[in-house]
């Protein structure tokens, strides 16, 4: 297994620690755990880093990977998102439940669609965009903005930013699924004889 692989197994296994840190801090308030919950996330956000320029620098692409990165991306922000859109009130603010709402439809659509597209032929071609990156980005900002208790009106910019790049990401990627499922011979009509 390579090294770009480990670490992003190492990401998978903080996803369920940070839970239980933030879910602790919100039900005490003590705030060593909101630290706590701040640095797991954010060892989290930085081997994602890690372990992308790991594979390219050094060629340590690998099948696994491509599936274990996104994989070990969504559980953390899926886990983050739905964790601060409940009331955490007086300890955290909340994120918009529309917001986390849009996240998880794109994610949903985005995984529903490649399972329809590999059993119709086979091959994935999933093209990454540099907005699907930017609302990755911003997500990860968010939360840790939430968790480090930055002021609302820098969070509120960061929430519309991030709604924007999440909406057009998953537009894109629909459109990108479509053309793909168009193209190919199995979405074209059924030739039939006609009657003689």
Excluded at 11 to 37: D, K, T
Excluded at 47 to 57: C, H, N, Q, T, Y
Excluded at 74 to 100: A, E, H
Excluded at 131 to 137: L, M, N
Aim: net charge neutral; aromatic share 8%; with cysteine.
């Amino acid at each position: 297994m390579t090294i770009a692989n480990q670490i992003t197994i190492l990401r998978i296994l903080i996803v369920p620690a940070f839970i239980v840190v933030v879910l602790y801090y919100v039900h005490g308030g003590n705030e060593s755990l909101r630290f706590g919950a701040l640095g797991l996330f954010g060892l989290a956000a930085l081997s994602d880093a890690v372990d992308g320029f790991i594979a390219r620098k050094y060629n340590q692409i690998s099948e696994l990977g491509t599936v274990l990165d996104p994989l070990a991306d969504k559980m953390l922000l899926v886990s983050g998102f739905i964790l601060l859109s409940l009331d955490n009130d007086p300890y955290l603010s909340s994120i918009p439940i529309w917001l986390t709402a849009l996240i998880l439809s794109r994610d949903v659509l985005l995984i529903l669609g490649l399972i329809l597209i590999h059993y119709t032929f086979g091959k994935i071609r999933v093209k990454p965009r540099l907005v699907g990156k930017c609302a990755t980005v911003l997500q990860m900002v968010i939360i840790m903005s939430v968790l480090a208790k930055l002021p609302q009106e820098f969070l509120n910019v960061l929430i519309l930013g991030a709604g924007f790049c999440t909406g057009l990401s998953g537009v894109l990627y629909f459109w990108d699924g479509t053309r793909q499922l168009g193209a190919h011979p199995s979405s074209s009509p059924i030739q039939t004889k006609l009657d003689e």
